[in-house]
């Protein structure tokens, strides 16, 4: 607002008193006509000059002293709502040029015994404009540098008594509630307030702090500093087991429904998947523990990631082609107790029970299905059960009864273990000693033999001549046959010793009890190594009497025609013969 200034003020006093004549035309008609009253009581028959303001207010209202003729102008009291009469810019200056719009007269703001405009007493309740038409910075102070960001409507808040207290119009302010509510301008957050960020527009209204509508997403810490049964509701009494991370499943939207996270859950599936609280079991499901998390996961019941280590029935129950997989149309024949052969962990490999198996191994082993006979495979039926177990193909427990060849085709050196360095000489055809069960003992046939039995019988190879063999050479054979060392043959003819050396008794036969007292020179009187029987007596080897042969029972005695005697024979024989000795 632009005011008139005091001097400008006094200018136009002066110009009035310039103006002496028509004031003195009025105290003249005033005194002449007697209508100047004493003050206040001044005459009225005093004529106001031309072009007085029309007033009804005495002379004096106005004039300093108009009874002792000073007319001079004073801003009374009285004039204080009627300035415009003569302030209308014709008697005297006006509102100015830049002076705000208002419909009230000058004394509603002017104070009229003063001799300046700019006292001024604001009745803002007879301004027409906006208050932001003075309140600009330029007429008089606008907002102030702090003031928060607001449009320019000051009435919106504001009154015209005064700055403070403003009612504050939230719906105007484009700054964030912080800017203001920060605990110095205006109330903040109360130090029992959750943690949460200073977006109070988020929770709250502009009309009042309380009901918020609680934005979730600003605040900074765990949901359970609030949820806790206190200042919000907590966790129900029949809550699963977890720990207080509201979060992980709930969102700030609303309790359920949730996004469970099952990773928090400290127990087991089946407290919650009981078929009650949410989805248990199907009537279908294969028979198993509870413990559903040995199959499935936290994201959803499939795929399951099968452990069958949990199943307490037979693998046939689901694995029957139409809960699971099966048998394929091309397994090998056997009984449906699949766990025999195959893993949890996957069909193949298999680890092959061929105790199960109901067919002939060839059945499988036939080089399409598996693995079949290797080509360099000895020539053999398709019999593979007869060598090989079900464990592996090697080491084979050798069924030589089913082998079509001859031994030397695998025993070698190279398929199978051939003659050793050491082997008597022999032919090829290990099957005339040797049995398919094992090497040795072999039922030895010495007719595949092509050298001398002592080649091996040396007592190095195999047994030799005992320390109690009788002298002889080396050459077993003369004496003893290919069955047996005991059956023997005696071929005297190789014999290097006497006859007793073998016939004491021990060895052979010796003397017998009723033989003639003589030496032992058997070769004396026996003459063949065939029998004992070819006997010429040789006297000379008699270490008795006559009669202890001669007795009729070894040889004959003296015969029934002998002359009664009772001389030895010797005393009248020879050795010779019975003839007479002179």
Avoid at 570 to 582: Q, Y
Wanted: hydrophobic residues 25%.
């Amino acid at each position: 607002m632009i005011f008139h200034s005091a001097s400008a003020h006094s200018s136009r006093v002066k110009a009035w008193k310039t103006s002496g004549l028509v004031f003195l035309l009025i105290t003249v008609f005033l005194a002449f006509f007697g209508s100047a009253q004493s003050y206040g009581t001044m005459s009225s028959d005093l004529e106001k000059p031309e072009g007085h303001i029309t007033t009804s207010l005495s002379c004096q209202a106005c004039h300093r002293d108009p009874q002792n003729d000073d007319f001079e102008f004073v801003h009374r009291e009285a004039l204080r709502d009627i300035c415009h009469t003569c302030h209308d810019d014709s008697l005297a200056t006006g509102k100015s040029e830049g002076h705000l719009p208002a419909s009230a007269n000058c004394g509603s703001c002017h104070d009229a015994p003063g001799e300046t405009w700019s006292s001024v007493r604001m009745d803002h309740s007879v301004v027409d404009p906006v208050c932001l038409d003075c309140h600009n910075g330029e007429v008089t102070y606008g907002k102030p540098a702090n003031h928060m960001n607001a449009p320019d409507t000051c009435e919106e808040c504001h009154t015209t008594r005064s700055w403070k207290p403003a009612h504050i119009d939230h719906s105007l302010i484009s700054d964030s509630c912080i800017y203001c509510h920060n605990g110095s301008i205006a109330q903040g957050k109360p130090g029992d307030h959750i943690p949460a960020h200073n977006i109070c527009e988020s929770c709250h209204t502009i009309k009042r702090w309380l009901p918020a509508r609680m934005d979730h997403s600003q605040v900074m810490l765990s949901c359970i500093i609030c949820h806790n049964g206190d200042q919000a509701p907590g966790r129900p009494v029949d809550h699963i087991f977890s720990p207080t991370d509201c979060q992980a499943c709930h969102t700030p939207r609303g309790w359920s429904p949730t996004q469970m996270d099952h990773s928090v859950v400290s127990d087991s599936c089946i407290l919650c998947h009981n078929g009650s609280t949410v989805a248990g079991k199907p009537a279908n499901h294969i028979p198993t523990p509870t413990t559903c998390e040995s199959c499935h996961n936290t994201r959803s019941w499939a795929p399951a990631q099968m452990d069958h280590s949990i199943v307490s029935s037979s693998c046939i129950l689901c694995h029957n082609g139409s809960t699971v997989a099966g048998k394929p149309a091309n397994h090998i024949p056997t009984p449906t107790t699949c766990e025999s052969c195959h893993s949890t962990r996957s069909w193949a490999p298999a680890q092959m029970d061929h105790s199960i198996v109901s067919s002939s191994c060839v059945l499988c082993h036939n080089g399409s299905t598996v693995a079949g006979k290797p080509a360099n495979h000895i020539p053999t039926p398709t019999t593979c059960e007869s060598c090989h177990s079900t464990r592996s193909w090697a080491p084979a427990r050798m069924d030589h009864s089913i082998v079509s060849s001859s031994c030397i085709l695998c025993h070698n050196g190279t398929l199978a273990p051939g003659k050793p360095a050491n082997h008597i000489p022999a032919p090829t055809t290990c099957e005339f000693c040797h049995s398919t069960r094992a090497w040795s003992p072999a039922n030895f046939d010495h007719t595949t033999i092509t050298s001398s039995c002592i080649t091996c019988h040396n007592g190095s190879i195999v047994q030799g001549k005992p320390g109690s063999h009788i002298p002889s050479p080396d050459n077993c054979e003369n004496c003893h046959t290919t069955q047996s060392f005991a059956s023997a043959v005696m071929d005297h003819s190789i014999v290097s010793s006497v006859c007793f050396s073998c016939h004491n008794g021990t060895l052979a036969s010796g003397k017998p009890a009723g033989h003639g007292t003589t030496t032992s020179n058997c070769e004396s009187c026996h003459t063949s190594t065939a029998n004992w029987g070819s006997v010429r007596m040789e006297h000379d080897e008699i270490n008795g009497p006559c009669f202890s042969c001669h007795n009729g029972i070894i040889a004959s005695g003296k015969p029934s025609n002998h002359e009664p005697t009772s001389n030895a024979c010797e005393e009248c024989h020879t050795a010779d013969g019975f003839g007479i000795e002179n």
